[in-house]
């Protein structure tokens, strides 16, 4: 299905490429020569995922919304976001979806390329402080009650969306984290120091630990207000509204973050995510372009001011 403010070029083209990328999920067709080995690989890692965990994929549907468009000499260039939606069955019927954002190219009614487009990464070279806030304050801070309800809607409805009080960045899991933390009713500290504390004050000024995954992994274990969390040995002890950390190259570099949504039916966490925009995807990241052998995980469970132990 494709969706176009103004079609300017094939439609035909474009929905012939969209159906034949789709079918690869279920095992059918051949490799499209414009699907880049490393996606097809993720695709087939998503493929084999779905047989492992014994899910059934019911059906997939894709939307192709065009950002901007332009051409040079006989090539038109789209900037596209890519967004999947797969229904899946285990004893329950539900769907994942992801969001991504792409660039195709087209000359003589020929699809030249089509690409993920490149997300820079993050550089690492901030200093974290160690938060020195102490007394009568920092006993309230850690009664504090995490709303796990709230933080869950906040990721539900704004994981495909920009909510404008905050800013969007290239690199925007953590900051989407960390407002569903802050929608769940966990306290910022810290200000005005960029690296001590948990804060955003606004679109110019937030703390590393808010907007940075490396940040956010180093702050977690050592927090003595605002963030409470203690990390768990097993995704199967994270409730929802607990968080997940990805170092995808297992060189010690955090890359990404999500935030527990929902459970299968196996007690497997299913998360919600921002860059690649991610709805119910399974917590390994097993069927990304980014993952490797060496990936690493930390799981950590948000003290909710309910109870010291992680619950279901």
Request: hydrophobic share 30%.
């Amino acid at each position: 299905m494709l969706k176009w403010g103004i079609i300017l070029f094939n439609r035909d083209l474009l929905e012939r490429y969209l159906k034949e990328r789709l079918q690869l999920y279920f095992g059918e067709g051949k490799r499209n020569h414009l699907i880049q080995e490393n996606e097809y690989q993720a695709i087939q890692r998503k493929v084999e995922l779905y047989h492992k965990r014994n899910i059934k994929l019911v059906k997939t549907y894709g939307n192709m919304e065009v950002n901007n468009i332009w051409s040079e000499k006989d090539v038109t260039y789209i900037n596209y976001t890519l967004h999947t939606r797969y229904f899946l069955k285990q004893t329950d019927l539900y769907f994942e979806e992801a969001q991504e954002e792409r660039q195709m190219a087209i000359e003589k009614e020929e699809i030249r390329y089509d690409i993920s487009i490149p997300i820079p990464k993050d550089i690492i070279n901030f200093e974290i402080e160690e938060d020195e806030n102490s007394g009568s304050e920092l006993s309230v801070e850690r009664n504090n009650v995490y709303n796990r309800f709230n933080a869950v809607k906040y990721a539900e409805t704004w994981w495909d969306g920009h909510n404008r009080e905050y800013p969007l960045y290239a690199n925007d899991c953590t900051n989407f984290i960390s407002q569903c933390l802050r929608a769940g009713g966990v306290k910022m500290n810290g200000m005005p120091k960029p690296g001590t504390g948990w804060w955003y004050k606004n679109y110019s000024a937030s703390s590393y630990s808010w907007r940075v995954a490396h940040a956010l992994r180093r702050y977690l274990p050592g927090s003595k207000t605002g963030i409470k969390a203690e990390e768990v040995p097993n995704q199967k002890q994270l409730s929802l509204g607990d968080i997940i950390l990805y170092d995808f190259e297992g060189d010690g570099v955090w890359n990404h973050c999500t935030i527990v949504v929902a459970k299968d039916e196996n007690g497997e966490p299913l998360v919600n995510a921002h860059t690649v925009n991610s709805r119910k995807r399974y917590w390994s990241y097993y069927d990304s372009s980014a993952f490797t052998d060496n990936i690493n995980y930390k799981f950590f469970h948000i003290i909710d001011g309910l109870t010291n132990s992680p619950i279901e």
